[in-house]
Antibody, heavy 121, light 109 residues
Framework: QVQLQQSGPGLVKPSQTLSLTCAIS??????????WNWIRQSPSRGLEWLGR?????????DYAVSVKSRITINPDTSKNQFSLQLNSVTPEDTAVYYC???????????WGQGTLVTVSS | DIQMTQSPSSLSASVGDRVTITCRAS??????LNWYQQKPGKAPKLLIY???SLQSGVPSRFSGSGSGTDFTLTISSLQPEDFATYYC???????????FGQGTKLEIK
């Protein structure tokens, strides 16, 4: 049974970098049949897919156009986890952030527990 | 972006009712459509993937149908634990982003 455990700060100052980590148990970040996603949810924007990382003989990333210039998703094979970095944050980036596994047939499940990140000085 | 439009935005129903929620894509997404249930303070839970496949462990009263641009989620007989918000999501294209519908809040009548 795959489980995802998120960690990271809940408060980030404007213009700084938001950093979150998602630790994986029950699967491998290097799996050839999974992709590892970040998704956020806010009252104003609803559920918004941010991007993913996955391994298919080499590492790939896909990012949402809306954040492409500011986002990095990295795998960490030594710790079996993946991370999200979002640069130059503004109050509009305030949201609950989720990590999630994407499996066969693009089913996205399970999800992490969610982390509320507030961007405020 | 591929836009996903759900209807209705909210719905009142009673235990035992049959309920249908609709999701429409702005372009064809074949059968790359997932449905989720979300309860307050919790992460979304996958119910249906690939438009009509029931996720393991999900009760059989949930079903999905459709392909191309029009999809439906049906709950055959509402149970008290089904009152929640439901979202559709297209997983057809990451170039467009895996976009979600705006949600349908299912409330007790």
């Amino acid at each position: 049974q795959v489980q995802l455990q998120q960690s990271g700060p809940g408060l980030v100052k404007p213009s700084q970098t938001l950093s979150l980590t998602c630790a994986i148990s029950g699967d491998s970040v290097s799996s050839n049949s999974a992709a590892w996603n970040w998704i956020r949810q806010s009252p104003s924007r609803g559920l918004e897919w941010l991007g993913r990382t996955y391994y298919r003989s080499k590492w790939y990333n896909d990012y949402a156009v809306s954040v492409k210039s500011r986002i990095t998703i990295n795998p960490d094979t030594s710790k079996n986890q993946f991370s999200l970095q979002l640069n130059s944050v503004t109050p509009e980036d305030t949201a609950v952030y989720y990590c999630a596994r994407e499996g066969i047939a693009a089913r996205v499940d399970p999800w992490g527990q969610g982390t509320l990140v507030t961007v405020s000085s | 972006d591929i836009q996903m439009t759900q209807s209705p935005s909210s719905l009142s129903a009673s235990v035992g009712d049959r309920v249908t929620i609709t999701c429409r894509a702005s372009q064809s997404i074949s059968s790359y459509l997932n449905w989720y249930q979300q309860k307050p303070g919790k992460a979304p839970k996958l119910l249906i993937y690939a438009a009509s496949s029931l996720q393991s462990g999900v009760p059989s009263r949930f079903s999905g149908s459709g392909s191309g641009t029009d999809f439906t989620l049906t709950i055959s007989s509402l149970q008290p634990e089904d009152f929640a918000t439901y979202y559709c999501q297209q997983s057809y294209s990451t170039l467009e982003g895996y976009t979600f519908g705006q949600g349908t809040k299912l409330e007790i009548k």
